[in-house]
């Protein structure tokens, strides 16, 4: 299935690229955002694109080969975005756009091991060179800690179960094998969620250490935008949303002291406006003919 950018349009006008500006996205995938944002500041912008995942560079460049020197694809995590731009001589930047949800080109390749509708190895890394796979964890991991990160990461009501019913069942290589057995230890779920969802999100983003790597850029990347930048962070489950919408929140105050506090000490300055206090969503025409992008929340902020 060919990879279709989550929220386009919505990307596109709320980021506001402009002509000749300089722009990263820190999470290139195929190339589908990048490209619009391209055209966009043609012919003379630049555009910095990121990616964890080799196999989604390679599709970039081959999609974006056309800009020539106006796009720099390098492999390597957001969360480095400073050391990034330094490497480049780039001071500051005018946008920055961030989409945490999976390519359909992960979801669909079995030997990825991120999707348990097909039959593949308990992988779930963004790069392959990555020391630890969601084997590892499934296999090395103890009960207790087994159990918290699926309900830390996977908010699984069932995780202590789900972690007993794993370590009698060790060692496990296969997705389809795991989820069989989340789905024989809970059983049907009132939703029509798959049983087993939520613990392999739990898996991939403990795997990946999602959300230290988003906490870690929010900041990195309120520093690297211009005045009137804008910073676009495309979420798909509620923890990297209250991330980014606490984030977001924080930087829009003056005063950050607690309430018990009746003179402000803090000294802070606000620093970010947001463009949209609630996120956008797509649209039913999107969601009809991209499924996967039913969960997608769009929040956009901009540097004062």
Same mark, same amino acid.
């Given at each position: 299935?060919?990879?279709?950018?989550?929220?386009?349009?919505?990307?596109?006008?709320?980021?506001? #690229?402009?002509?000749?500006?300089?722009?990263?996205?820190?999470?290139?995938?195929? =190339? =589908?955002?990048?490209?619009?944002?391209?055209?966009?500041?043609?012919?003379?912008?630049?555009?910095?694109?990121?990616?964890?995942?080799?196999?989604?560079?390679?599709?970039?460049?081959?999609?974006?080969?056309?800009?020539?020197?106006?796009?720099?694809?390098?492999? =390597?995590?957001?969360?480095?975005?400073?050391?990034?731009?330094?490497?480049? &001589?780039?001071?500051?930047?005018?946008?920055?756009?961030?989409?945490?949800?999976?390519?359909?080109?992960?979801?669909?390749?079995?030997?990825?091991?991120?999707?348990?509708?097909?039959?593949?190895?308990?992988?779930?890394?963004?790069? #392959?060179?990555?020391?630890?796979?969601?084997?590892?964890?499934?296999? +090395?991991?103890?009960?207790?800690?087994?159990?918290?990160?699926?309900?830390?990461?996977?908010?699984?009501?069932?995780?202590?179960?789900?972690?007993?019913?794993?370590?009698? &069942?060790?060692?496990?290589?296969?997705?389809?094998?795991?989820?069989?057995?989340?789905?024989?230890?809970?059983?049907?779920? #009132?939703?029509?969620?798959?049983?087993?969802?939520?613990?392999?999100?739990?898996?991939?983003?403990?795997?990946?250490?999602?959300?230290?790597?988003?906490?870690?850029?929010?900041?990195?990347?309120?520093?690297?935008?211009?005045?009137? =930048?804008?910073?676009?962070?495309?979420?798909?489950?509620?923890?990297?949303?209250?991330?980014?919408?606490?984030?977001?929140?924080?930087?829009?105050?003056?005063?950050?002291?607690?309430?018990?506090?009746?003179?402000?000490?803090?000294?802070?300055?606000? +620093?970010?406006?947001?463009?949209?206090?609630? #996120?956008?969503?797509?649209?039913?025409?999107?969601?009809?003919?991209?499924?996967?992008?039913?969960?997608?929340?769009?929040?956009?902020?901009?540097?004062?």
């Amino acid at each position: 299935m060919q990879h279709k950018p989550v929220l386009f349009h919505e990307v596109l006008d709320t980021l506001n #690229p402009i002509p000749g500006g300089m722009y990263v996205d820190g999470t290139v995938g195929a =190339g =589908g955002h990048a490209r619009g944002i391209v055209e966009a500041i043609s012919p003379k912008g630049k555009l910095l694109g990121l990616d964890r995942d080799p196999a989604a560079l390679k599709i970039a460049e081959s999609q974006l080969a056309e800009f020539g020197n106006q796009v720099i694809l390098i492999h =390597g995590s957001y969360a480095r975005l400073k050391l990034h731009l330094n490497n480049l &001589n780039w001071n500051t930047v005018d946008g920055i756009l961030l989409d945490l949800g999976l390519s359909s080109m992960q979801l669909d390749n079995p030997d990825r091991g991120f999707s348990f509708r097909n039959a593949g190895p308990l992988d779930m890394r963004f790069d #392959p060179a990555h020391p630890i796979s969601a084997a590892d964890l499934v296999n +090395q991991s103890s009960r207790d800690d087994l159990a918290d990160l699926i309900f830390k990461f996977g908010e699984e009501r069932y995780s202590r179960k789900i972690a007993d019913a794993i370590i009698a &069942n060790r060692p496990l290589e296969g997705t389809q094998e795991l989820a069989d057995i989340i789905k024989r230890t809970i059983g049907k779920t #009132p939703s029509r969620i798959h049983p087993a969802t939520k613990t392999f999100q739990a898996l991939r983003i403990a795997v990946n250490h999602e959300l230290e790597a988003l906490e870690a850029f929010l900041p990195i990347a309120l520093e690297a935008l211009n005045p009137g =930048g804008r910073l676009a962070v495309i979420a798909f489950h509620s923890l990297e949303d209250r991330i980014v919408k606490q984030f977001f929140r924080l930087e829009s105050r003056d005063c950050v002291c607690p309430p018990e506090i009746p003179i402000c000490v803090c000294e802070h300055k606000k +620093q970010l406006l947001e463009i949209n206090r609630r #996120p956008i969503r797509p649209e039913e025409k999107e969601i009809n003919e991209n499924p996967r992008s039913r969960s997608a929340k769009l929040r956009v902020a901009e540097k004062i």
